[in-house]
């Protein structure tokens, strides 16, 4: 038997902790984008999630203005926390829509009553169909969609105070 063989199992094990050790330090992406960036709102009809308050459909995002859809739920605590930021976005007048994701509407009301209410439409979507059409992976999330019904940007968790330079520069772009 050659002699070098003998090391042969030696230099797998150390390519294998080699590896291992170079995927703990620099981990993959656990985020998971929608793949519709870029491509028209898939079609949909939500019911209203609350009364006195209209439900959404892919044709109210194609209405010529840009839109903010934002896919939440009431006992979500990130969406929560992103709530003052949603209100002050409307009342600086972006217009923002929503869809209640695996929600009861006493529940959603009783959100929106707490932590305020910057939606114009929100839509109920129990089995998240919508949502996983959209390609959504959780709750929060927050879409841009450009007049035409164009997906153009998708921002993944939480609206944070330092994601708001993005989020308006990408709203400013949908224009």
């Known amino acids: 038997m050659n002699r ?3 090391f042969l199992p030696l230099a797998v094990l150390l390519l294998l902790v080699g590896g291992l050790a170079w995927r703990l330090a620099v981990p993959a992406s ?11 709102v898939p079609t949909f009809q939500l019911d209203a999630a609350v009364p006195g308050k209209p439900g959404l459909a892919s044709a109210d995002l194609a209405s010529g203005q840009p839109r ?3 896919v939440f739920a009431s006992w979500c605590v990130p969406c929560i926390a992103e709530a003052p930021l949603l209100l002050e976005m409307s009342k600086g007048g972006i217009p923002i829509d929503a869809i209640a994701v695996r929600d009861r509407q006493e529940d959603v009301e009783q959100f929106l009553a707490r932590h305020g209410d910057p939606f114009q439409r929100i839509g109920t979507d129990p089995e998240s169909r919508v949502q996983l059409a959209l390609g959504s992976s959780g709750v929060p999330e927050t879409f841009i969609v450009d007049g035409r019904g164009i997906i153009r940007y998708q921002h993944l968790g939480p609206i944070e105070p330092a994601d708001l330079p993005a989020l308006m520069r990408e709203w400013q772009a949908a224009r």
């Open 30 to 40: 656990e985020e998971v984008r929608s793949k519709l960036a870029g491509k028209p």
């Open 68 to 70: 903010m859809v934002n």
């Open 4 to 6: 070098w063989l003998r």
